[in-house]
């Protein structure tokens, strides 16, 4: 992944998806090459149907060439756009590169970002692995399957403390005189002043939410 930095600007972390979003594709990878060779064996038996032996040279290479269309469309092409999507944070900037055949990149200033929510489901949280919602005032950018999610957040929030500007974050003083500062809240069942929340949380059945905004205290 090349990039253009501009001055002074420098690479802090540069990253892809979790792996574990490769397990689906792996899985169905094994399934079709079970059916396809299971499909296979059998045309090869020596009590098939007479009407199914006039149909074995037609069968076999169309059962051989439907798998392999299968694990290109369900394994390869999940693969290719894996290995092809890259999340990358520098002191000024998060640029997201998302591509397969073709590849389209966006960049987000860190100057923009009003609050971090990391977003976990159980499984994700085995793995460390999460989406990080980076929140501006014209809604959220999504980095899907972030590993090490929590890691990711603090350095992007150590990023955006120390952008140079005249109101900085982590309690600089902003135009109006007030002190601006994150507040971090783990949205674990419970509201804001002790009070409990019914039902599942805002992540999902079993997940769990962090959000991190900003505030003038």
């Not at 798998?67 to 290109?72: C, F, I, K």
């Not at 399957?145 to 902003?174: K, S």
């Not at 509201?191 to 805002?202: D, I, L």
Request: hydrophobic content about 40%.
């Amino acid at each position: 992944m090349r990039l253009k930095l501009g001055e002074n600007e420098r690479v802090i972390v540069k990253t892809r998806q979790h792996p574990r979003v490769l397990i689906r594709p792996v899985v169905l990878m094994l399934l079709v090459i079970a059916a396809t060779c299971f499909g296979l064996g059998y045309l090869t038996r020596d009590d098939l149907p007479d009407w199914l032996v006039d149909l074995v040279p037609i069968l076999q290479p169309g059962i051989g060439g439907l798998g392999l269309l299968l694990v290109l469309a369900w394994t390869a092409t999940p693969y290719v756009r894996w290995i092809r999507t890259r999340y990358c944070l520098t002191n000024r900037r998060i640029i997201i590169r998302v591509g397969g055949a073709a590849r389209a990149q966006r960049e987000l200033p860190l100057i923009l970002i009003r609050e971090l929510v990391v977003r976990q489901s159980v499984m994700q949280r085995g793995s460390g692995a999460g989406h990080l919602v980076l929140m501006t005032s014209n809604g959220g950018t999504v980095l899907k399957n972030t590993p090490g999610v929590h890691r990711m957040r603090e350095l992007t929030l150590e990023a955006i403390e120390a952008l140079p500007r005249p109101t900085g974050f982590g309690g600089g003083e902003g135009a109006s005189g007030e002190r601006m500062d994150w507040a971090m809240r783990g949205d674990l069942g419970q509201e804001p002043g002790g009070h409990r929340r019914g039902g599942h949380g805002a992540a999902g059945h079993g997940g769990t939410e962090y959000r991190m905004e900003m505030r003038h205290v």
